[in-house]
């Protein structure tokens, strides 16, 4: 059986982990909830009885699945019996891939298209049906009854015909993309119970990470694969309701009555209330917008600093860069925070995106990571941007397990474009890969050169599969899309392969980020601004205060030292208003601090 140190885990998280039943676990922001779950793996991989029997964990991303596996790998477990990842990956390769000749649909094949292809479908389309619609009109997520089209009521009709023809166009030419994969993964559990029945006698345990990101149609597929096991699958959910804040996409917090109900099982409810990130100061301030009825306390090393924490609803947008430049100037030079413990967070990426360009010229000796800085087509699903990974990150021992597994992954793709890799090992991929090189300084030209010696090294002709060659195309063009975009708004250097290379570096400058593309993450300081009614909350928001409150704990909850928040005045609203602070912020009642 796994064992670890007495001092790995407090006495909460062992409970949790040694618990025999299925479990709901709420666990507030920087408890340990990544520790405690990768704990819980290790020792149910270690618990197995048969060879024949899987370990499921299911992540809000992939860079979560691939902390969490290399975290198991660290800890000397063999982790040959788990399968981790997101849970449209799942429903591929555990459901759609295995009986897709089941679905009228797909028993002829299909090919998932990339997030470009669908981008590029949608554009054409706005085009051709009129009336104002435009790509980002065009959300929508699956439901176990429907679908939810995500626009305002006065463009519905209008979207929901735009969309009837985009499935109707993707049907035809056997195209699933990322949202069918849920929908389609859906109607094969629903329709044939044997497929629920099988893979609940396969899996020992399912663990999910993040369960309020969760959609409901991703609790009735995995609900109905735990029933199917006749109590015989343990179920394992991890989260915080309190960070519920993907709720214009679907997700939201289910209770474990009703996940009990759904799937069957009996949960035991625990909790994680002790914050081992922040100081004892912002716990305290975040504890405002916690809508939950557990205190948290703080217990990390951060406990007792005395933290930093302003707000401001009284600078002026035209002086907001200056405001942020002076903020970032007083954690680094002032209070001795390296760059890479900063972050400057926002609500939307359009404000960001601007923002970005003007700290990178304001202060030319700092590095930042910012919203449109990943210079190439970041498909998580595209075959070339996996291999992208690979060749672009140095073949280091530190990187050695996550490059092994990048390439396992690399493997699985090439055997699904129909390529033969019986020949093919990870060491051997890796050995191809780490002899490719270029002399071209231009990123895209240096990638491409590079796919080319790399299918030399291996013998391989990519031309040879559809599936490559669609790839291929999809990526460059990708590709070749943002990097002109991008130096069209000034960043020459963004075409470099020195940028492109820092995709995949560990943070080494300011993080620029969304509310939403933060939230996981951890930071010395942060900054936050566009705190603002109509954006913190989103106008969109049916429950405004529920909305505001999770987004603010949100944010707050990611800074360890210092939290500076921001209400910026004279961002206009239309033609003819401008944006006023947000609600709930401006009515919070707290000691600020004034920030020399």
Not at 75 to 86: E, H, P, R, Y
Not at 141 to 156: E, L, N, Q
Not at 494 to 507: G, L, S, T
Request: with cysteine; glycine share 6%.
């Amino acid at each position: 059986m796994f064992v670890w140190n007495a001092d790995d885990l407090n006495a909460d998280q062992v409970k949790a982990i040694e618990q025999p039943g299925s479990v709901f676990l709420t666990a507030c922001p920087g408890s340990g909830k990544t520790r405690t779950l990768t704990y819980k793996i290790a020792r149910e991989l270690s618990l197995l009885t048969s060879d024949k029997q899987r370990i499921v964990a299911i992540t809000y991303t992939h860079r979560a699945a691939d902390e969490i596996q290399e975290r198991i790998e660290q800890l000397g477990v063999d982790t040959s019996q788990l399968w981790i990842g997101t849970i449209h990956s799942f429903c591929l390769e555990w459901i759609l891939r295995p009986y897709a000749i089941y679905h009228p649909e797909l028993k002829n094949g299909f090919r998932v298209i990339n997030a470009h292809d669908t981008e590029r479908a949608h554009e054409l389309l706005c085009s051709e049906h009129g009336g104002g619609l435009r790509t980002f009109d065009c959300g929508h997520y699956f439901t176990s009854a429907g679908h939810v089209i995500a626009c305002p009521d006065w463009k519905r009709a209008k979207v929901e015909a735009l969309l009837q023809q985009y499935w109707a166009e993707l049907r035809a030419n056997r195209q699933v993309d990322f949202e069918m994969i849920l929908d389609y993964a859906y109607q094969l559990v629903r329709d044939i119970p044997s497929i629920s029945v099988l893979l609940g006698s396969i899996f020992a345990t399912v663990l999910v990470d993040e369960y309020q990101d969760t959609k409901e149609i991703q609790y009735a597929i995995l609900g109905a694969i735990l029933k199917a096991s006749g109590g015989k699958a343990k179920a394992f959910i991890v989260g915080d309701p309190n960070q519920a804040i993907y709720g214009s996409l679907g997700g939201y917090a289910i209770t474990p009555a009703a996940f009990s109900a759904l799937s069957g099982v009996s949960f035991t409810e625990m909790d994680l209330t002790v914050n081992y990130r922040s100081s004892d100061r912002i716990v305290t301030y975040f504890e405002n917008f916690n809508q939950l009825t557990s205190k948290i306390s703080a217990g990390g090393k951060y406990k007792s600093f005395a933290s930093a924490i302003s707000y401001d609803s009284s600078t002026n947008r035209t002086a907001l860069v200056d405001e942020v430049v002076r903020l970032i100037r007083y954690n680094v030079e002032s209070m001795g925070i390296v760059p890479r413990e900063v972050c400057i967070v926002g609500p939307q990426w359009l404000p960001l995106a601007g923002m970005t360009r003007q700290l990178v010229a304001a202060l030319p000796d700092y590095s930042f990571s910012g919203p449109g800085m990943v210079p190439f087509a970041r498909d998580i699903d595209n075959f070339w941007y996996k291999l992208s990974r690979i060749i672009l990150t140095e073949a280091s021992p530190q990187l050695y397990i996550r490059r092994s597994r990048w390439a396992g992954e690399v493997i699985a793709a090439l055997d699904l474009a129909g390529i033969n890799t019986a020949s093919i090992t990870r060491k051997s991929l890796l050995r191809a890969s780490n002899t490719t090189t270029s002399a071209e300084t231009d990123g895209l030209k240096y990638l491409l050169e590079c796919f080319d010696a790399f299918f030399d090294a291996l013998g391989i002709d990519r031309t040879s599969s559809p599936m490559l060659v669609e790839h291929y195309e999809a990526f460059v063009e990708g590709s070749q899309r943002r990097i002109e975009r991008l130096i069209a708004d000034g960043a020459t250097a963004i075409a470099e392969v020195a940028m492109f290379r820092k995709v995949f570096d560990e943070k080494t400058g300011i993080t620029v980020s969304t509310i939403h593309g933060v939230k996981g993450a951890e930071f010395e300081a942060v900054i936050a601004f566009g705190l603002l009614e109509g954006m913190v909350p989103h106008f969109n928001e049916d429950d405004k205060i529920a909305a505001a409150n999770k987004l603010l704990y949100v944010i707050c909850s990611r800074a360890k030292k210092n939290l500076h928040l921001i209400s910026e005045v004279g961002r206009r609203r239309g033609q003819n208003n401008v944006y006023q602070p947000t609600d709930i912020l401006l009515a919070c009642t707290f000691g600020y601090d004034q920030i020399p």
